[in-house]
């Protein structure tokens, strides 16, 4: 027979959703399996957006935005395409916000690649510039704690929706092409 689930406060649900935009039904359930423990509940969190991105992986993405990054001085910018499954995801503010802050994060962080495997053949990346060198593996400017693809994958959990970033250019006054 199975225990009764444990009684969460609210107001622990409320922080663990403002923290993670998850919804409140997992957060709530998130913090029933890690006993009201707040970071055992973000590591379940992050372990259930890596299952629905895993199930979501193979979705067509024919939906999406083209959004662009220009600094302030007007010297340097990035555009992004990143695609979901739907437009009704694709309006939402929260993609709207993902995308753009992976715009400013090419602007910033100058990546060659978005993900390892998209690395031409012939091309060799080092071990240790492999954190810079892909996009999904940059720690994310706003919060070192977190990779864009630790970013990507709450994307994921949050709209329940396989989304995929599938290109950008880094453009930059002066720089080479």
């Given at each position: 027979m199975q225990s009764p689930a444990m009684k969460v406060d609210v107001n622990a649900i409320k922080a663990l959703r403002d923290k993670t935009s998850s919804s409140?039904?997992?957060?709530?359930?998130?913090?029933?399996?890690?006993?009201?423990?707040?970071?055992?509940?973000?590591?379940?969190?992050?372990?259930?957006?890596?299952?629905?991105?895993?199930?979501?992986?193979?979705?067509?993405?024919?939906?999406?935005?083209?959004?662009?990054?220009?600094?302030?001085?007007?010297?340097?910018?990035?555009?992004?395409?990143?695609?979901?499954?739907?437009?009704?995801?694709?309006?939402t503010p929260e993609f709207a916000q993902f995308c753009r802050e992976v715009a400013m994060q090419v602007t910033a962080m100058n990546p060659r690649f978005v993900k390892e495997e998209e690395t031409p053949a012939g091309v060799t990346v080092a071990a240790e510039d492999k954190a810079t060198a892909y996009l999904l593996n940059q720690p994310f400017i706003k919060d070192g704690k977190s990779t864009i693809g630790d970013l990507l994958k709450s994307l994921i959990a949050k709209?329940?929706?396989?989304?995929?970033?599938?290109?950008?250019?880094?453009?930059?006054?002066?720089?080479a092409s």
């Open positions: 409140l039904g997992d957060c709530r359930k998130a913090l029933e399996e890690a006993g009201g423990d707040e970071s055992k509940a973000l590591a379940w969190l992050r372990e259930r957006g890596a299952q629905i991105a895993a199930k979501r992986g193979d979705k067509v993405t024919g939906q999406g935005r083209v959004e662009t990054y220009v600094h302030h001085d007007g010297r340097i910018g990035a555009i992004v395409e990143i695609a979901c499954e739907t437009d009704f995801v694709a309006r709209t329940g929706e396989n989304v995929v970033i599938k290109r950008f250019a880094r453009f930059g006054l002066g720089e």
